[in-house]
């Protein structure tokens, strides 16, 4: 035991645990997490806010934000934890392309730690991440959306399916599509493979950016129309509101 505690401290030493937003160093003795400061200083979704995709609002007039005003969305409700934008942004952006998969289980807690008492309200059966398609998941090495569900579904004691669902097509990045674009980019971009899986479930997708909500929209309408209950969603970060 002493041993494997000493490979443990010489670890961290030479791979110190960092801050997964200012890049700072944890302390050795402390778990994985986000600084203070980083904490103080993050875009959290506060009130009011859209209560259809939880996108924050300029007033506490308006119950929906634009884009849930004029389109219908297959899913019943969402929640994001930050506003995607400056340091929260770049920090994705690294853990989607920088193989920093610990980042996974820290974005993880902040959504159990804010959402816990939705989720279970919810009466969620199931969590299943969005699927990444097969060339660029092999490219990447993992899928960013698995890791954070699979430990959401670790702490609140429900299950994850990462296989009842596969992105059959290899579609482009939203982030560089006009509206209609994003629509027939995601249009049928997944298929349901196991459908006793799903039947009569309540599931929540897990993303980790929700923009238009396109992507969620295209999953939630799959499995819907398969013999889910019904869809929740929950993304790390999303995209503004007016």
Known sequence: MRIN???????????????PICM?????????????????????IMEPRCKKC?????????????DCTKNEHEYTRGWAVWLYEGKLKKALQRYKNNNNKN???IFSKEVVTLYKREIV?????????????IK?????????????????????DIPCNTNCVLRTLNTKPQKNLSDKERINNVKKAFKVIKF?????KTILICDDIYTTGNTI???????????AKEVFFITIAIGKGY
């Open 5 to 19: 505690k000493l490979e443990d401290e010489l670890l961290s030493i030479i791979y110190p645990k960092r801050c």
């Open 24 to 44: 700072d160093i944890i302390p050795i003795n402390e778990e994985e997490r986000i600084c203070e400061s980083c904490v103080e200083d993050l875009p959290y």
């Open 54 to 66: 939880s996108k924050p609002l300029n007033s506490e007039l308006a119950g929906y934000c634009f």
């Open 103 to 105: 980042y996974g289980r």
């Open 121 to 133: 309200e919810a009466h969620v059966d199931l969590i299943i991440p969005v699927p990444l398609h």
């Open 136 to 156: 660029k998941q092999r490219k990447r090495g993992y899928n960013q959306a698995e890791i954070i569900a699979a430990n959401i579904g670790k702490y609140l």
């Open 196 to 200: 006793n899986e799903i039947i009569g």
């Open 217 to 227: 929209d295209s999953l939630a309408k799959e499995l819907l129309i398969n013999g």
